[in-house]
């Protein structure tokens, strides 16, 4: 079957770096994407990985490894408005998006 | 703003009612999603278009949903006596559909939030 797995929750202070972890088993594998969605609104992108390796766009980084069906998300000078959920999605082969639960980041001052 | 749009942003209705909802995609995709997602949870695949052909629908998609795309543009979802479990936010999400995997980036509407009572 096909899996995406992502902790629930996590906490980090303001100013300081988290890193969230995601898991992936797919039929196929076309892509990993990363978004981000604040309580009550729709998801917004952050970022794609398709080869191996880290992908860094300003405070926000993503790395993948395709052997190790693996991904994470690198936040760094985390803000309080990073506190949202970040989901982790996976495109398998017929080019559909497979998503994580989300892991709930919560920063605190 | 030339987004993904949806209507209603809200909708409450009583258990047993129909209700439509409406996705009006950015322009030039041609692919459109249809998702819920509960609290706490991402979300939840239910059906897809490439322009107006419906090409995939989620084995989890009771035959009270029931979606369209007629002219390949804007798309309504439909749910035909509505239970309390539907009560969720239904996303509707758009994508270029071309080849390359990063056009396949996905651009989500504000969503619709059901509630049934």
């Known amino acids: 079957g096909q899996n995406i797995d992502q902790p629930t929750e996590m906490t980090a202070t303001e100013g300081a770096i988290v890193q969230i972890n995601c898991t992936y088993q797919t039929s196929g594998f076309n892509g990993l994407f990363w978004y981000q969605q604040h309580a009550g609104e729709a998801p917004t992108f952050l970022s794609y990985n398709v080869l191996d390796g880290l992908e860094e766009k300003g405070r926000f980084s993503s790395f993948l490894s395709r052997s190790k069906g693996y991904s994470y998300l690198l936040l760094k000078e985390l803000q309080m408005k990073d506190s949202a959920s970040y989901l982790c999605?996976?495109?398998?082969?017929?080019?559909?998006?497979?998503w994580g639960a989300g892991t709930k980041l919560i920063i605190k001052p | 703003d030339t987004g993904v749009s949806q209507d209603p942003r809200h909708k409450i209705t009583k258990r047993g009612q129909n209700v439509t909802f409406r996705c009006d995609p950015i322009s030039e995709h041609n692919r459109l999603y249809w998702y819920r997602q509960t609290l706490g949870q991402g979300p939840e695949f239910l059906t897809y278009?490439?322009?107006?052909?419906?090409?995939?629908k989620s084995r989890l998609l009771s035959d009270r949903f029931s979606a369209e795309r007629p002219k390949g543009s804007f798309s309504t979802l439909e749910i035909q006596r509505t239970e309390q479990g539907d009560s969720a936010m239904y996303l509707c999400?758009?994508?270029?559909?071309?080849?390359?995997?990063?056009?396949?980036?996905?651009?989500f509407g504000p969503g619709t939030r059901l509630t049934v009572l």
């Open positions: 999400a758009s994508s270029s559909g071309l080849a390359g995997a990063i056009l396949n980036e996905q651009f």
């Open positions: 999605a996976a495109l398998d082969s017929n080019y559909q998006l497979i």
């Open positions: 278009f490439q322009n107006e052909a419906q090409l995939e």
